[in-house]
């Protein structure tokens, strides 16, 4: 069950590990592992007596496109990728947090009225067959409840993910001779990310974004409840696209280093604040479901991350469409830094990319 602390996520799918176990010799670190669509991200976490510490971070840029669907396309440089991650940051432990996100992963909220609940967990799968988009033989589903409430009515978050893709990641993983302790969603870490660096009341909602290269990872929560996700097929590469065809550059990486280039020329910038308008719409039209649905408490604010949320302008553009202040979130501020081994600077260069990775590392092991 979902703690005060919004630990929702927390074990989903880590019965089908037999649980979490850090690694013998170095109990008080975790890793998290997040195998995005264009970057591999390693973080390890330390605990220490009162916080977690900072203390290994990397990410390597995977040479592929991925597809539109997230199918692991090239699993031999996606697992050297992942291997060269883990060097880079000169990780010796074996055991990781990772993520699934995409269409591959369906994350519904529902509202159940149960007698007993002893049978809470037959009609959730009954109501989760109405769901799913695919066969239930395919799929590996778990709950958890978030609130019990009076008239026999329960809240649950469904979390059903294709047996077929749950494989695929942990055999990447596996085949990177590393142990998928966890395989959790990446909407779920964000939501740790954030919880662990920033106060968390029930009386206000906040919406978390993180734009990563092929969609946005959308979680509308408040203390500690997820109240709506969603997976938005909108990231970097849509931009980087746009850019390609309007400016009929011959291959996506012209437009991508045009891009990423701090001193965008003109035609760049209006294109790419074009693209941020169109996933500010997104993120409105999620507003006002939630708001029209009644789902939690206002949203009083918007959290950004994901390499996409560097795009120039992103967070003004999103506060001006969505009328609700907007900033990038610190995966950072409530842990501990050694500075002379991470700088300030680093820090911000790595900031809107570590959100997902920290929380994962969260996730792997118990908040001290
Ligand atoms: N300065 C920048 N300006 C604009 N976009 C940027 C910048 N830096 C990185 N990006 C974009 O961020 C994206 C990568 O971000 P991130 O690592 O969060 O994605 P990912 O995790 O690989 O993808 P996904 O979350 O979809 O699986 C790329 O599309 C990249 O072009
Ligand atoms: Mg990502």
Not at 2 to 15: D, I, L, N, T, V
Not at 99 to 128: H, P, R
Request: net charge negative; hydrophobic share 40%; charged share 20%.
């Amino acid at each position: 069950m979902a703690s005060a602390h919004g630990r929702a996520g927390s074990s989903f799918f880590a019965r089908l590990f037999k649980g979490f176990s850090l690694s013998s010799g170095s109990k008080s670190s975790a890793v998290g592992l997040s195998i995005g669509a264009s970057t591999i991200k390693v973080a390890q976490l330390k605990k220490t007596k009162t916080n977690w510490k900072l203390e290994k971070f990397s990410s390597v840029p995977l040479t592929e496109a991925p597809s539109e669907h997230r199918e692991i396309s090239n699993v031999v440089s996606t697992v050297q990728a992942i291997q060269e991650a883990m060097a880079q940051a000169d990780i010796g432990l074996k055991d990781v947090c990772s993520a699934i996100a995409g269409s591959g992963i369906i994350i519904k909220n529902l509202t159940i009225t149960v007698a007993d609940m002893k049978e809470l967990q037959d009609q959730v799968f009954w109501e989760a067959e109405q769901y799913i988009p695919f066969d239930i033989s395919e799929v590996v589903i778990d709950y958890q409840v978030t609130k019990q409430g009076q008239d026999n009515q329960v809240d649950v978050i469904l979390v059903a993910v294709k047996k077929e893709y749950l494989e695929q990641y942990m055999s990447v993983i596996e085949e990177a001779l590393l142990q998928p302790r966890i395989i959790d969603a990446e909407v779920f870490a964000l939501q740790n990310s954030f919880e662990t660096n920033y106060p968390v009341t029930d009386t206000e909602a906040t919406l978390l974004a993180d734009i990563g290269a092929l969609s946005t990872k959308i979680m509308i929560c408040a203390g500690g409840i997820p109240y709506f996700t969603k997976d938005a097929p909108f990231g970097g590469i849509a931009i980087t696209n746009e850019i390609q065809r309007e400016l009929k550059l011959p291959t996506p990486v012209d437009a991508e280093s045009l891009k990423v280039s701090g001193n965008l020329p003109h035609e760049v910038s209006e294109i790419v604040a074009r693209m941020c308008h169109v996933l500010g719409t997104e993120l409105k039209k999620s507003i006002d479901f939630y708001s029209a649905s009644s789902l939690g408490p206002p949203i009083s604010s918007i959290l950004l991350s994901g390499g996409g949320a560097r795009a120039a302008h992103m967070t003004k553009i999103i506060e001006d469409n969505t009328g609700i202040p907007t900033q990038l979130l610190d995966p950072f501020v409530r842990l501990e830094i050694d500075q002379s081994q991470f700088s300030p600077e680093y820090l911000t260069s790595i900031a809107a990319e570590a959100a997902i990775p920290i929380g994962l590392a969260l996730r792997a092991g118990d908040k001290p």
